[in-house]
């Protein structure tokens, strides 16, 4: 069921963002439908056991620890403002990866790779909001607005270097 989308044993190589049509990862949080570029995401994962983090605003779940790189890991509808949602054992994380910095993004629900052709994408202007606008274009998908995230504007105000001193702290006291 989850999978890597990278391609098995080699570097990914990057897609054109500005053809005829992006690949996007469709996703969903408590009613709202999004995407992601799929060159932005790296793996979809299920839940796993993430380590506390006290000083994180709400929507921060914690950090997973991937392969000895704490990655921040986010309630995507929290951090949107939408309601919160019972997590399961296969509940979709998203592990994510845009200009070297990594995230993991807890949704609600999978809903493949699809194509989206550039003439439909458009500016997102408007949108109510209480934090900076992660969205960075829409499209309209059977009277449905589908929102494209901006990995950088998501995470942006984590301060993720702040957040995981004192676990680096923990480890090298230990040793």
């Known amino acids: 069921m989850y999978q890597s989308l990278l391609p098995t044993g080699v570097e990914r190589r990057r897609r054109p ?21 799929l060159d932005d995401v790296d793996k979809v ?16 779940l914690g950090m997973l620890d991937f392969g000895g790189e704490a990655v921040p ?11 919160g949602f019972e997590y399961a054992l296969d509940t979709p994380m998203l592990l994510c990866t845009h200009h070297g910095r990594r995230c993991a993004l807890v949704v609600q629900l999978v809903c493949g790779v699809d194509q989206v052709d550039n003439g439909r994408l458009r500016r997102v202007d408007g949108v109510p909001h209480e934090r900076r606008d992660p969205f960075s ?7 449905h607005p589908v929102f494209m995230l901006d990995i950088e504007s998501l995470c942006d105000g984590l301060q993720v270097d702040r ?5 680096i702290d923990a480890e090298v006291a230990s040793t």
């Open 17 to 37: 963002r500005f053809g005829v049509a992006l690949p996007v990862l469709r996703f969903e949080v408590p009613g709202v439908q999004l995407c992601l570029p």
């Open 73 to 83: 890991t986010l309630d995507l509808g929290l951090r949107l403002g939408r309601p």
């Open 137 to 143: 274009t829409s499209f309209d998908e059977g009277g």
């Open 163 to 167: 957040l995981i001193a004192p676990r």
């Open 45 to 60: 994962l299920p839940v796993a056991a993430l380590e506390d983090v006290s000083d994180g605003p709400d929507y921060l």
